[in-house]
């Protein structure tokens, strides 16, 4: 389908390095993890997850952040999704610990939201590089256990979700969620593994997108094929093993970058 | 056991280029679903990013694809053509381009080490700036280019044919000519799509190609007009969904079909095409596939 | 109000030629569903029955047509088209086809009697041996077959562009230079459909032109490229089936729109059509219809 | 879509000029009425009226019928359909009139069928050229009450259909359905009009077909441009008032054929 129309009812300065912008239109049967391409007229289209119904969080990094942060209320995007899988959801007497790095909080936000509308308990980690880059602890507080770390140690413990993970009974836990950068997402991973708790865990994971539909093979990775796109972005661990994952991806030509 | 210019396919279904085409894994991943062969993503002299995003919609009828020919190039691809090789247990044909002969050239004798199993010369892609359809729509320069493939390297050299010209079989005669051991069509039919909530082309491209269930109907006319001038086989692209799509494709003349588009369906859509149309040959008295190839032009 | 050519259109939604255009009658009765103007079916120099059938098929995402310029010659339709325009309250068109220079202007003259609001000069129906792309594909026929009618005809006079070619601009410049006041596009894009449970082409005439959904991105994409070269006014055909369609034509370079296969949906997809556009162009503060013409070329 | 090829799985010769082609595919959603393009590959595709829910009833009127009725019990013909409107079904308690002329009583058929089975009272008049020709008697007769002419006077009574409508009052029934060449429909219809009935009657038109769905504008009717194919074939009288119904017909290039 044609893009969506969307316009920017809220932008919500978050942290210093990422913004939430609120759309007039709700996207009601996403489920938390699944993301939509958003397209910056004249510039690009880019992959986002759904923050919210109506919402993405957005972290500058580059050109077509740069313009989306250039943007004011008022103004508008075109939207095409949501596409791929999101998160499996929880059932009602399962226990779930996430674990969030920087905008990674994003597809885990609406996450525990969901979870704790249904009663679900929870534990969140929530790591980022300062104080100021904590993502949405308000939307994680009421939800449950919150553990903060950051790197700086600006604020509560300092050091890394992982220093958190090492501290926590995962075997305690039914169901564990992450996303975050790669490299934290593949300690995280590492951990899992050493404790058989991978094949319980869902990873939230980026690639380069091209068409966003499971079709040009852009963002397949070694070596199974699995499509972020598509397959993805939410995976199980199981399916990482033996995987690139966290070695390298593919930059917009189909070249190895290491991570 | 289908035979195409010398290359043997367990059955007629061959992933087209530019899907699910740029890995190793992918495309073994794509044979493994059921693909009797799989073409790489066009591959060429210098590494690309292509265009850029939005690079794809879905029409519901179709789709249309600005990608802009993304590549590694050969030296990079050349490891991803050998993992395909490898694993995937069945023939792979590199796709390639270039803006020359010379380019053509390099890009072939650059992949053959890992010794693909054909070459498609990709000179039909409707968005790429002096690549592709703006040198394939020009009888000379494709028959030069195809004679300087095959004379450049030892394996079957397929040429894949735009739609977007007067008269596709001018085209089709000159890369036999040429010394082609067959021609692929179609690629990608031109066209765009504009967003009016604000007046922008979609595509980062601006336009680009048609392909799935709306080209098939121009698609087998390309196919029957190929078949009924030519002497070499013909492989059918365009809007093959279903094994009903490709026996019609067959009817119309070609040797064998490649998907695209339709994998967006899903990656069974290999094994249930192939499937299909084995127990069509059996259920209708065909005794092999190749029976029905080009039958419509028999039935006057 | 919207002015094209001179003739003053109630709102930018056109009959295409060759939909319920056989008859003044029929003609009428499209007119007041809320056309803005109608074309005639295209009209010969000779009475011809077209093709046997079938003559066209419905494909979900379009449809496959090869009448085969059916019509009753233009003496007998003289008295059609007085009807058409003695009753319909809106301009109407004569779409007329002939094999040379002169057949179209023995045609042309032959209805002027009847005093059409203009000439729509069909040198693009794909399926007519003889007549229509074949003459269509070649600029200098169309640009002297464009002066021969302007010269013989007070009335201003519209060439209708085939999209079977490499560029449709060449020939669009050369309806141009031979003076006419507008180009229409796009007429069907060649295609086929085979039965497969016997091998056989499914229209009567084997192979014939797509219409319909699948031809709006190939449409857009011929307004924009004209638009782009062109100093007269676009008319824009090819899968139009609502006021999104016709805005996006319009944006592309269009300054109004016909509607053909969409006919199918009901004739109501006239009136629904033009309102849809007066209320776009109330809602998003743009002045008159015109101020969206062309606008996706200055979205970059 | 695609014509779907039907095998004729029975072939049975109703009079000396038609035959009835059964296949092994019904058209169950089929209204009486309606008609379907039938496809004679290699000749032409034509259309005829569903005899039966899997069945046409064919008339050697020509080159395409002529090929017809060289097809044996097994062949395969294309069909496209079922198209155009149906009659009007009547209402259990109403009670009806059907008025057929030859190969006219084709759509009749299935619709007295259908009466009868809710019980509608109704009365038939059937006309041929002669005893031999007469379709359908077999299929009426069980029916309701039934009036046979024919134009020789072979059988029964001799003359036209409109010879027993003359006989008939038609105040007492509140549904006419008609069917036959349009010479006699054109009787009726002056007939029914003295009676002011046109408004209770249908009437089943032929005109060439070309598209056979709406599109092409080969079989509208003067003088309100009603396509036969699509707004009809079954036509409320009223809407053939004034019209060229009874006077001429278009041949296939759009060209006036008087009857
Ligand atoms: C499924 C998914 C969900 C995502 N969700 C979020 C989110 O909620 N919030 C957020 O801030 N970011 C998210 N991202 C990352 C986001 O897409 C990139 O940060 C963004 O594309 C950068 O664009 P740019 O032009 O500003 O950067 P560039 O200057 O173009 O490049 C910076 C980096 O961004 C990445 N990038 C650029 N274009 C693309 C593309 N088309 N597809 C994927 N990555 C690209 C590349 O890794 C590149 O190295 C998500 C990515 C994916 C794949
Ligand atoms: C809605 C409808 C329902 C019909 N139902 C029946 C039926 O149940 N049984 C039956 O025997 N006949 C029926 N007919 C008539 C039947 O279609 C024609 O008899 C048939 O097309 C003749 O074809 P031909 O090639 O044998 O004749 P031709 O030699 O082609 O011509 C004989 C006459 O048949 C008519 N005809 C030919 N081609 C067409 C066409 N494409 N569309 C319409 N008329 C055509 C013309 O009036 C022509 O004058 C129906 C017609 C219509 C429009
Ligand atoms: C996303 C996408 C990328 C493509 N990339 C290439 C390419 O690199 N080289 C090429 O020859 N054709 C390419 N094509 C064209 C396809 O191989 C095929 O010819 C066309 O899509 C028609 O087939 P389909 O309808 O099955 O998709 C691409 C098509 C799509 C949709
Ligand atoms: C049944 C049919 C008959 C047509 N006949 C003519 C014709 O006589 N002359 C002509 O110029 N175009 C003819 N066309 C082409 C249409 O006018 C139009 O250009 C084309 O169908 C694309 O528009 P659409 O997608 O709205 O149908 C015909 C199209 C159809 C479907
Ligand atoms: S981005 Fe194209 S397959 Fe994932
Ligand atoms: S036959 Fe084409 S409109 Fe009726």
Redesign the interface.
């Known amino acids: 389908?044609?893009?969506i129309?969307v316009k920017i009812i809220e932008i919500i300065k978050e942290t210093p390095s990422t913004r939430t912008f609120v759309f007039d239109r709700s996207f009601n049967e996403a489920v938390a993890g699944q993301f939509v391409?958003v397209?910056i007229?004249?510039?690009?289209?880019?992959p986002m997850t759904l923050s919210g119904k109506n919402s993405i969080t957005v972290q500058k990094v580059g050109d077509a952040t740069e313009k989306l942060f250039m943007l004011k209320e008022g103004d508008?995007l075109?939207i095409?999704g949501p596409f791929g899988n999101g998160f499996t959801l929880p059932g009602r007497d399962e226990k779930i610990l996430l674990i969030a790095g920087g905008v990674g909080a994003a597809p885990l936000a609406p996450l525990a939201e969901y979870a704790s509308s249904i009663g679900v308990c929870m534990t969140t980690i929530l790591g980022a590089r300062n104080a100021d880059e904590l993502l949405f602890v308000d939307r994680f507080t009421p939800c449950g256990e919150l553990h903060l770390t950051t790197d700086d140690g600006s604020a509560h413990r300092c050091g890394f979700v992982t220093d958190v993970l090492a501290d926590t009974d995962t075997a305690a836990y039914d169901r564990i969620y992450t996303c975050g950068p790669e490299v934290m997402m593949k300690c995280v991973f590492g951990m899992l593994e050493k404790e058989n708790s991978v094949g319980k865990t869902e990873f939230s994971l980026h690639r380069y997108?091209?068409?966003?539909?499971?079709?040009?093979?852009?963002c397949?990775?070694?070596?199974?094929?699995l499509?972020v796109c598509r397959d993805g972005p939410v995976f199980n661990g199981l399916e990482l093993v033996d995987s690139e994952f966290g070695n390298y991806m593919?930059?917009?030509?189909?070249?190895?970058e290491l991570f | 056991m289908n035979k195409i210019t010398g290359i043997e396919l367990d059955n007629p279904t061959i992933l087209a280029a530019?899907?699910?085409?740029?890995?190793?894994?992918?495309?073994?991943?794509?044979a493994k679903e059921g693909a009797g062969a799989v073409v790489t993503?066009s591959i060429g002299p210098e590494?690309?990013?292509?265009h850029?995003?939005?690079?794809?919609?879905?029409?519901?009828?179709?789709?249309?694809?600005a990608?802009g020919l993304?590549?590694?190039?050969y030296p990079?691809?050349k490891d991803?053509l050998a993992i395909a090789k490898n694993e995937s247990n069945v023939p792979v044909i590199a796709s390639i381009f270039g803006g020359t002969e010379d380019e053509f050239v390099d890009v072939a004798i650059g992949l053959m080490d890992s010794e693909p199993d054909a070459f498609e010369l990709n000179v039909s892609c409707p968005h790429a700036k002096g690549y592709g359809a703006s040198v394939g729509?020009n009888p000379d320069a494709v028959e030069s280019i195809t004679v300087a493939v095959k004379d450049a390297v030892d394996a079957p050299v397929w040429v894949k044919l735009t739609p977007?010209?007067?008269d596709i079989v001018i085209i089709g005669e000159a890369a036999q000519r040429g010394g082609a051991d067959a021609v692929v069509g179609i690629n990608t039919?031109?066209?765009?799509?504009?967003?009016?909530?604000?007046?922008?082309?979609?595509l980062?491209n601006r336009?680009g190609g048609?392909s799935g269930?709306?080209?098939k109907?121009?698609a087998?006319?390309c196919v029957?007009d190929l078949y009924a001038s030519l002497d070499i086989p013909i492989i059918g692209v365009g809007g093959v969904y279903t094994w009903?799509d490709a026996?019609?494709m067959m009817?119309?003349g070609a040797s064998a079909v490649q998907v695209?588009?339709a994998?967006?369906e899903g990656l069974e859509v290999f094994s249930s095409i192939s499937s299909g149309i084995k127990s069509?040959i059996n259920e209708n008295d065909y005794k092999y596939v190749g029976d029905?190839v080009g039958?419509?032009h028999?039935?006057?």
């Not at chain 2, 590494?47 to 292509?50: F, H, N, R």
């Not at chain 2, 993304?70 to 190039?73: E, F, K, L, V």
């Open positions: 389908m044609y893009p129309d391409m397209w007229r004249g510039v690009d289209e880019i508008h075109g095409r997108f091209k068409c966003g539909i499971g079709v040009c093979g852009a397949c990775m070694d070596r199974k094929g499509r593919r930059g917009p030509g189909g070249n190895k | 530019g899907i699910m085409g740029t890995t190793g894994a992918s495309l073994v991943r794509v993503k590494p690309k990013e292509g850029k995003n939005p690079s794809m919609i879905d029409l519901g009828y179709g789709f249309l694809n990608m993304p590549n590694p190039s990079d691809f991803e729509s977007n010209v007067t039919v031109k066209g765009m799509a504009i967003d009016i909530n604000s007046g922008y082309p979609i980062g336009f048609l269930h709306a080209v109907p121009v087998l006319k029957y009903q026996i019609e009817m119309a695209g588009s994998v967006y069509f029905i039958i419509a028999e039935r006057i």
